[in-house]
C-alpha cells in the first residue's frame, strides 16, 4: 500500500471547477419552472366538432321543437355538396338540433359558428343558434342561452354565419344546440351548413396537480439526484 504521504496530491483547482460546474439551486429551479410551463401548459384552440354532412348524413342532428325531421339535401352547400335541410313548425317554430352533453365541457369556452341559408322563395328572416341548458342554477332548472347574434338577417340568395362565443356553465347537467328561424310565424325551410365547435380554453383547473405534471417534477428530482452525482466525483 502507498504510503500517505506518496499519494498524488489533488489536481489543483478541481474543487473550484467543480462548484463552477454544479448548477446553482436557482438555475435548477428556472429549469424546472420552464419544463413545468412546456409540459403543463394547456393547449389552443382545438377542432371539437365538425358537422360539414358531407357524409349524406344527418350526422346526429334531429328535429327540435317541429314535427320535421332536418334531411341530408345536395340543393344547396355552403361548401362541398351537402347541407342539412329543416322545416321549422307550423307556426315559425323550432329546427335542427343536436346533444352536446359530455362533448363540451363545464367551465370551458368555445366558440360555435355555422351557415343558414333559407330555401328559395322564403321571405327574409333572421336566424341565430340557441343552447337549451338542463342546469339547477336556472329558474326551472332550464335556461335558453343564445349564441351570438340572436337576430342575424337571412335571406334565400346566400348564406350568412350565426354563432359566436360561449361559456359552458359548471354546473350545467344537459346541453342541447340548436338552430331556428326568429320572426316567421308560418313555416319555413332552411339549410344549415359547416356548423364547427372550437374549444378556445379548457376548463379551470384544480389545485391538485395533473399526473403528468407529477411525472415531470419526479423525473427533475431524478435528473438533479444523478448530477449531484456525476459532479461530486
Known sequence: MMPATDRPAPERGLSARSSNLWPSTTHYLSIVALSLALFSAPAGAAVIANYDFEDGTTQGWSSFNTPNAPVNSTAEAFSGTHSLLTETGSNGGGGPGISLTNLLLPGAAYTITGEVRLTAGESNTAANFTIKRSDPACLGNTCFDAIGG??????ADGWAQIGGSYAVSSTETGLLLF?????????????????????????????VPEPRTISLFSASLVLLVLLRRRFSV
Do not use: M, R
Open 150 to 155: 340572436f337576430q342575424v338577417p337571412v335571406n
Open 179 to 207: 338552430a331556428q328561424l326568429e320572426g316567421p310565424s308560418a313555416e319555413q325551410a332552411f339549410y344549415l351548413d359547416d356548423v364547427v365547435i372550437d374549444e378556445t380554453s379548457p376548463p379551470v383547473q384544480s389545485a
